[in-house]
Nanobody, 121 residues
Framework: QVRLVESGGGLVQAGGSLRLSCAAS????????MGWFRQPPGMAREFVAA?????DSADSVKDRFTISRDNAKNTVYLQMNSLKPEDTAVYYC?????????????????WGQGTQVTVSS
């Protein structure tokens, strides 16, 4: 069993930055891929970024969001810069049971409870 706990969400003005953290427990963190997804109000959950166990990353928000991981701290981060009102969503951390990262929800088995990010204009 893997437990994921997100933190770092909040209210920020457009153009600002936030760093989300996701602390993982319950399994060897370094052995599996991690991802970030978000769910805007009234919309489906969507891929934001992912990082494989070997450190390869992929993201859908070019040049503004960056995923990173600290295996010593069992934590994955999402640095979000130049935030826009359309980035408003609940952000979820997810863990795969594979070393390889993906962009699809079904590729992730464990999910955090989510953290709200609200960007005001």
């Amino acid at each position: 069993q893997v437990r994921l706990v997100e933190s770092g969400g909040g209210l920020v003005q457009a153009g600002g930055s936030l760093r989300l953290s996701c602390a993982a427990s319950g399994r060897t963190f370094s052995s599996y891929a991690m991802g970030w997804f978000r769910q805007p109000p009234g919309m489906a959950r969507e891929f934001v970024a992912a990082m494989s166990a070997s450190g390869d990353s992929a993201d859908s928000v070019k040049d503004r969001f960056t995923i990173s991981r600290d295996n010593a701290k069992n934590t994955v981060y999402l640095q979000m810069n130049s935030l826009k009102p359309e980035d408003t969503a609940v952000y979820y951390c997810a863990a795969s049971r594979s070393r390889n990262s993906g962009r699809l929800l079904y590729e992730y088995y464990y999910w955090g409870q989510g953290t709200q990010v609200t960007v005001s204009s």
